[in-house]
């Protein structure tokens, strides 16, 4: 059974720093895009950072130059360093696990999320 479980989220003031973590279990990590999402309310999901299995990561215009990602194939783990928060990043963060760039019938999977909160 796949699992994602994130973890780091919480209440930060404008211009603070948070670290997410993804751990993941029960697939092959190595062989799976990962990625980080959010969704703030009322909004669609966007994405925040991409790590494909074959180059680095690529950021969202939203978050470039404040956010970092990286991925630790030993540990089945993904994270996100923000820094420099900004209200407008308030939201929930999701890890996705997608296959189907190797295997179509591998699909993709979603953590539970966690919220980030940005606030004064």
């Known amino acids: 059974q796949v699992q994602l479980v994130e973890s780091g989220g919480g209440l930060v003031q404008p211009g603070g720093s948070l670290k997410l973590s993804c751990v993941t279990s029960?697939?092959?990590?190595?062989?799976?895009?990962m990625a980080w999402y959010r969704q703030a309310p009322g909004k669609q999901r966007e994405l925040v950072v991409m790590?494909?299995?074959?180059?680095?990561?690529s950021y969202s215009d939203s978050v470039k130059g404040r956010f970092t990602g990286s991925r630790d194939n030993a540990k089945n783990a993904i994270y996100l360093q923000m820094n420099s928060l900004e209200l407008s990043d308030t939201a929930v963060y999701y890890c996705?696990?997608?296959?189907?760039?190797?295997?179509?019938?591998?699909?993709?999977?979603w953590g539970q999320g966690t919220q980030v909160t940005v606030s004064s």
């Open positions: 996705n696990a997608d296959g189907r760039a190797k295997v179509a019938e591998w699909g993709e999977h």
């Open positions: 029960g697939l092959n990590f190595e062989l799976w895009d």
């Open positions: 790590f494909r299995t074959w180059d680095i990561p």
